[in-house]
């Protein structure tokens, strides 16, 4: 079963705009991480974020992390139609394992 | 981008047959992983490798088996494909273990079993 789930599964915006995403998970993790789809290619890393940070930004990304609540949201500010794109988190869970468990993503839509 | 190259990018072939498909890296990283993509379930790990001949399963590895024999290639084979295994592969690698590391992707094969 997948261990982190996205919210909305599609987001369609105005450039410029903000976009929200929000990722649930089940389990205690170890860290979280955020990926970027473009159609046709591979996923492309964009931000990690530990069980012991509440939030981080890279350039126009902030990602927090609610430990509690099991929840984590990735917003994208003053969105650019190049952001169009498919948005996945992944999870790692406390043991040992080397593994990733990915979402089923949120498909962000940027009107030009 | 990272030196990942898959290949093939696509292919069509018969239920029954074997299949291969290899990942080739050029980053020298430890850790390589086998991904599939279908509609609604996001990426699933195959397998995954943390080293030359090691090698342990992910959550759907059945019909599925891998080999490393070399640092920058590794191969995943389907004995028999089956119609359920038409999807997009994805191979990744990471410096260290992917839960503590960002980790890098090919561009993926799009596989279509008859």
């Known amino acids: 079963s997948q261990q982190g789930e996205e919210d909305p599964q599609a987001l369609s915006i105005q450039e410029g705009e903000n976009a929200t995403m929000n990722c649930s998970y089940k389990t205690s993790i170890n860290n979280l991480q955020w990926y970027r789809q473009n159609s046709g290619r591979g996923l492309v890393h964009l931000i990690l974020i530990r069980s012991n940070e509440r939030e981080k930004h890279s350039g126009r990304l902030r990602v927090t992390l609610d430990t509690s609540k099991k929840s984590s949201s990735l917003l994208i500010t003053a969105s650019r139609a190049a952001d169009t794109a498919s948005y996945f988190c992944a999870t790692s869970w406390m043991d040992s394992s080397y593994k990733l468990i990915f979402g089923s993503g949120t498909r962000l839509l940027v009107r030009p | 981008d990272a030196g990942i190259t898959q290949s093939p990018r696509h292919k069509v072939t018969e239920t029954g047959t074997p299949v291969t498909l290899r990942c080739h890296q050029t980053?020298?990283?430890?850790?390589m992983y086998w991904y599939r993509q279908d509609p609604g379930h996001g990426l699933r790990l195959i397998h995954y490798s943390y080293g030359v001949k090691d090698t342990d399963k992910g959550e759907v590895s059945d019909g599925y088996s891998v080999s490393r024999s070399k640092t920058e290639d590794f191969l995943l084979t389907l004995e028999s494909a089956t119609s359920s295994q038409t999807s997009v592969y994805f191979c990744?690698?990471?410096?260290?273990?992917?839960?503590?590391?960002?980790?890098?992707f090919g561009d993926g094969t799009r596989l279509s079993i008859l």
């Open positions: 990744a690698i990471s410096e260290e273990a992917g839960r503590t590391q960002p980790q890098h």
């Open positions: 980053e020298n990283h430890r850790y």
